[in-house]
């Protein structure tokens, strides 16, 4: 390549990062000045500004200064709305959930009412862990999301809102099961952990009845009862080899296709040996 025509490509890729680096100041110098100054209404028009422009840190700066001085006034609704966007922008859902519930307590019929509320559950939703961990996140998520779709059942939002729910309480029943197998695995460690996993299995059953790891559960309420009749002193063992046929058969009729149906069986075959005609 001419030697030219390399300074050239060379002076203006130079001039191109000279005026990202100036245009950058000059919104810092400007941001620097909004800070400084005492004109609420100066204040508030570059927040918002920020915010169009997706600077959310510096929204969430301003306006948390803003929110106080603008209550009662015709910006006050939307300041409070915004600022709690900006934290929901920022992947920040427990501080904006703070802000939006601040809103709609405020303003339960403002103009974002309905914004607030779906996305203070739904910010919940996306901060919500994976099972084996706190999952404060979920509960709320879903206590948000039901009390958007009780105030909202006709949003344009509530299909989004139902499956979040549905997805939380499949998180919450699939948290239950891993505790359930957990006790089972523990087996007669330190106690009848067989009990608790049966215990735990039915809690969880009746809470989240249509839960897609039902078969889970009562399929693991069958381990469970075998272990215990056949751990169990003499004077108990039929009585509760009894409640595994039982438990078999409402099993099957449950799931007459499943996968694990056999090892059901195998289960049933071993206890009605210890059935006395």
């Known amino acids: ?42 204040r508030y028009a570059y927040a918002k500004k920020a915010y169009d422009q997706k ?17 009662g ?21 427990l501080n904006s959930g703070v802000y939006f519930k601040t809103y709609f307590t405020r303003y339960p019929k403002g103009k974002f009412a309905e914004l607030a509320r779906f996305y203070n559950g739904y910010g919940y939703y996306l901060d919500s862990p994976d099972p084996q961990l706190d999952q404060s996140s979920t509960i709320k998520a879903i206590e948000g999301l039901q009390s958007f779709l009780d105030y909202f059942p006709k949003s344009d939002k509530v299909t989004i809102a139902q499956n979040a729910i549905f997805e939380m309480q499949d998180k919450l029943t699939l948290k239950e099961l891993q505790n359930a197998q957990l006790y089972y695995n523990l087996g007669n460690f330190l106690g009848n952990n067989y009990q608790a996993a049966i215990i735990t299995s039915q809690n969880a059953l009746k809470t989240y009845p249509y839960s897609k790891y039902r078969e889970d559960f009562e399929l693991l309420i069958l381990k469970s009862k075998y272990q215990e009749a056949r751990q169990s002193i003499d004077e108990r063992q039929q009585e509760r080899y009894q409640d595994v046929i039982d438990e078999y058969y409402s099993f099957s009729n449950n799931f007459p296709e499943s996968k694990n149906l056999k090892e059901a069986q195998n289960i049933y075959n071993l206890a009605r040996k210890h059935i006395k005609d």
């Open 1 to 42: 390549m001419h030697l030219k025509a390399l300074y050239n490509i060379i002076m203006r890729k130079f001039l191109l990062v000279l005026a990202v680096i100036t245009l950058t100041l000059a919104g810092c110098g400007e941001y620097t000045k909004v800070l400084k100054s005492r004109d609420i209404n100066y």
């Open 55 to 71: 600077k959310y840190m510096q929204a969430v700066t301003l306006l948390t200064d803003l929110i106080t001085p603008l209550r």
């Open 73 to 93: 006034t015709a910006d006050g609704e939307e300041a409070l709305f915004l600022l709690a966007m900006s934290y929901y922008e920022n992947q920040d859902y």
